[in-house]
């Protein structure tokens, strides 16, 4: 499985921004998938995750109600909608996949891609 996330960019505080993933090559066997983040000094950290079949998801708590996962699976796409947005959102943003997890232990993501930068301003 490929991925291959886009959309990171400078916004100022309070705004919005939307990342997306693309998967490609053998997304039938995709369990689940989830976008982390990992800000400069910091541990890698989930934001949320997405089962790829039925979509029940998971957000790490100081996510919930400021963003939301999404996926397309005729499209092999998942997106992470993130509104009010706060400079301490900063960080590298990595979407992943996983065979057989879909919460917040990166180490059962077997596919990684490349991440992308979101920065917000004060």
């Known amino acids: 499985v490929q991925l291959q996330a886009s959309g990171g960019g400078l916004v100022q505080a309070g705004g919005s921004l939307r990342l997306s993933c693309a998967a490609s090559?053998?997304?039938?066997?995709?369990?689940?998938m989830g976008w982390f983040r990992q800000a400069p000094g910091e541990e890698r950290e989930l934001v949320a995750a997405?089962?790829?079949?039925?979509?029940?998801?998971t957000y790490r708590d100081s996510m919930k109600g400021r963003f939301t996962i999404s996926k397309d699976n005729a499209k092999n796409m998942v997106y992470v909608q993130m509104n009010y947005l706060k400079p301490e959102d900063t960080a590298v943003y990595f979407c992943?996949?996983?065979?057989?997890?879909?919460?917040?232990?990166?180490?059962?993501?077997?596919?990684w891609g490349r991440g992308t930068l979101v920065t917000v301003s004060s």
């Open positions: 992943a996949a996983s065979r057989s997890h879909y919460g917040e232990d990166r180490s059962r993501y077997e596919y």
């Open positions: 090559g053998r997304t039938a066997d995709i369990y689940g």
């Open positions: 997405i089962k790829w079949n039925i979509g029940v998801t």
